[in-house]
């Protein structure tokens, strides 16, 4: 590729030096009109002649690795995300039960992105001790009211 650009460098400074001797050459008369409109014909000709006589390539390759690449990161994206937002909205859930001097041993949620890249709780689990069975239905209407979804409430010996 190199000596490629090299040469036709070369190919350029030997036209533009060629066409400047000729130049001098003509007598001033009309005909140096029709000759100088031939220099830069000629001049023009020799810019673009390595195009199209050795057109360049391009590799498709690197594009189509580079979407692979791309999807990759969007899952790992996706995944961190998902772990984030599971993260924050068991927080949520256990200050909300707390607030209302409520407590849960264990909270677990399970969230999926759809294809319109929303958000959605596919699961939400809440373990509770089973001394707190008589608190279990207004556990699930406080969370159910506050996050929309209906909790699965479950509950564990000590």
Do not use: Y
């Amino acid at each position: 590729m190199m000596e490629t650009i090299q040469n036709w460098a070369m190919t350029v400074c030997v036209t533009m030096a060629g066409a400047a001797v000729f130049n001098m050459l003509l007598p001033g008369s009309g005909l140096k009109k029709m000759a100088m409109f031939t220099i830069n014909l000629f001049f023009i000709s020799s810019l673009i002649s390595p195009l199209i006589l050795h057109p360049p390539t391009f590799d498709f390759d690197i594009i189509t690795s580079d979407v692979t690449q791309n999807e990759e990161l969007s899952t790992v994206v996706d995944d961190q995300v998902i772990a984030l937002a599971e993260n924050n909205l068991n927080k949520e859930v256990g200050q909300i039960l707390a607030q209302n001097n409520l407590a849960a041993e264990k909270i677990e949620t399970t969230i999926h992105i759809e294809a319109d890249n929303s958000i959605s709780i596919t699961k939400l689990k809440i373990w509770i001790r089973r001394e707190q069975q008589s608190n279990q239905s207004a556990i699930a209407q406080l969370v159910s009211k506050e996050v929309g979804v209906q909790p699965e409430i479950v509950l564990t010996e000590e």
